[in-house]
């Protein structure tokens, strides 16, 4: 990664963490000159935040290459969780068929080490204070008196995001009504570990990596204040609900969340973009929150990256609203029910004993785990093909060359066009130069995470992200409209 004085660039970011790392990544690669400004001044995260992967982070990382970084030095599980209901996705036709637990400050380096071997400038220690936005571009102020001048500025400068605000982007929601203290300590009392239901509701102790430390996440009684809380709030807490506070000190982290949900109403505001947190916040049960923002910048990066090389026209970019908008508020909607169903009451009880019930049957349980998984993503790109719309399989293929696992084609971050009919039957010269197209024969099964097994189609038009945009049943119907649509018309000028 360089650190430099920075003047202009295509893309400037506002925030180098999950989402915004992502994000420089794919543009990069895509080849457009992209700076991120950051207000830490490394990557080290204080506390340990977001817990792990679920199986599309983990895919869209595997299209990319770099999965392997991320599952050496994490956990796989079978299951996901829905109100702490285990979900097994075990039967998934997947490679990435698991959880993989792995803490956020271990995510954000690794992520991080990625990007420092692409041309991505990033200035750390500098806070991104105001913009303004004319017709041809953005003028970006930083915290020490430095203007950047972009053509797209993009905000994942996480929650309380100042692009959102600046941008007078409404944030809809509902209020938080309950609060949680989170914090990383020692203790030198053997804490009672594991989950522990009262009246407040549930509370949890986890042993931390090297054993001495303990991750203790609390339901305060009433909501807690806007100020950050401190040891003695976690002490007095601990004793309320345990009856001692195990001699917890020297804490590394002591934070407060709550169930606030709010969704930004636009995504884009012209020349701004918002992604991940800085778009959409919630609680983090069912860990989605870091795994939805990566996923934003993988469908944001490529569109972005045609626009500024104007091989697309900026409408694109309103299909980024129009795909991620949804998603994020279907993980709203169920973070809300997963908090609703953590009430303690017996009303309450009664009614989460019956979605235990219903999720231990297979539909149910493999929609939720479709759902929570981001394996069922489906964008609606109209009527046709279970697969138009939906991730494409990492299928094994094979081509003239040997086999190939499909999405080692998607490394590069370009499009492809697979056809698995007869071998020069697809012909896409006007796009020859954006467009890869790959022969190859596949004789196995389609299946789909939730849906089960669909037709096999004759040919399938990959999007950068690994989506697929048309299905060939054999003809070239539709072909060139697609093309049109997703990779722009090949007769506009370009630089
Ligand atoms: C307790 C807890 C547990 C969680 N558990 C999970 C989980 O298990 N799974 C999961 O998927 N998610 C989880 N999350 C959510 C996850 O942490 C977030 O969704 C994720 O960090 C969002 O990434 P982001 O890059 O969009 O935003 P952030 O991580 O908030 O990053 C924003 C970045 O922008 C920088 N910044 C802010 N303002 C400016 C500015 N004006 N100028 C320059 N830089 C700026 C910040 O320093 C930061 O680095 C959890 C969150 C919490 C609090």
Known sequence: MLTVAMTGHAVVIAGGGPTGLMLAGELALA?????????????????????????????????RGIADRFLSRGQTHPAVSFNRIPLDLSDFPTRHNYLL???????????????????VRISRGQDVTGFAQDDSGVDVELSDGQRLRAEYLVGCDGGRSLIRKAAGIQFPGWDATTSWLIADVEWSEEPAWGFRTDALGTHAIGKLEDGRRMGVVLTEKELGPASEPTLRDVRDALIGVYGTDFGIHNPTWISRFTDMTRQAAAYRERRVLLAGDAAHVHPPVGGQGLNIGVQDAVNLGWKLAQVVKQTSPASLLDTYHAERHPVAARVLQNTMAQVALRRPDDRTKAMGDYVAELLRMDEPRRRLAGELSGLDIHYDLGAGHPL???????????????????????HRARPVLLNLGKPGDLTIAPWADRVQVVDAAYTGPWELPVLGTVPAPAAVLIRPDGYVAWVGDGTQEGLVEALTTWFGDPSRLRR
């Not at 271990?106 to 692409?118: K, R, S, V």
């Not at 094994?396 to 499909?406: E, Q, Y």
């Open 31 to 63: 080849g457009v000159d992209v700076a991120i400004v950051e207000r830490r001044s490394s990557q080290d995260l204080i506390g340990s935040r977001a817990g792990g992967l679920h199986a599309r982070t983990i895919e869209v990382l595997d299209q």
């Open 101 to 119: 637990a792995l803490r956020q400050n271990h995510f954000e380096p690794i992520l991080a080490g990625w990007i420092a071997n692409l041309p």
């Open 388 to 410: 138009l719309g939906r991730r494409m399989p990492d299928l094994d293929v094979v081509t003239a060359s040997g086999p190939v696992r499909v999405f080692t084609r998607l």
